[in-house]
């Protein structure tokens, strides 16, 4: 079955961190391009991270220093570690891969005091 399971998503004060992880079925994982995105509220869906087959990654500017992308090929796991999150990452994120353009469910993450 082919689907994608984020998990790790939840409520974190400013400078907090969270890890969230999305595990692939059904797809050819090694060679997948994977990606997080995120949605906040009344905002378009943007790319947070993306990580390639050779594990090449790329990070939206906001993000760069704070977030880290990792790929666990033998788990068919893609990781997000989120540092130093602020109230304007509230969001939910998303789980992608380009294998027949996949999206998870989705795991909501809210930064506030």
């Known amino acids: 079955q082919l689907r994608l399971v984020e998990s790790g998503g939840g409520l974190v004060q400013p400078g907090g961190s969270l890890r969230l992880s999305c595990v692939a079925s059904?797809?050819?994982?090694?060679?997948?391009?994977m990606a997080w995105y995120r949605q906040g509220p009344g905002k378009q869906r943007e790319l947070v991270a993306s990580i390639t087959s050779e594990n090449y990654s790329y990070y939206l500017d906001s993000v760069k220093g704070r977030f880290t992308v990792s790929r666990d090929n033998a788990k068919h796991m893609v990781s997000l570690e989120m540092n130093s999150l602020k109230p304007e990452d509230t969001a939910v994120y998303y789980c992608?891969?380009?294998?027949?353009?996949?999206w998870g469910q989705g795991t909501q993450v809210t930064v506030s005091s």
């Open positions: 992608y891969t380009n294998y027949r353009g996949l």
């Open positions: 059904g797809i050819i994982f090694s060679n997948a391009l």
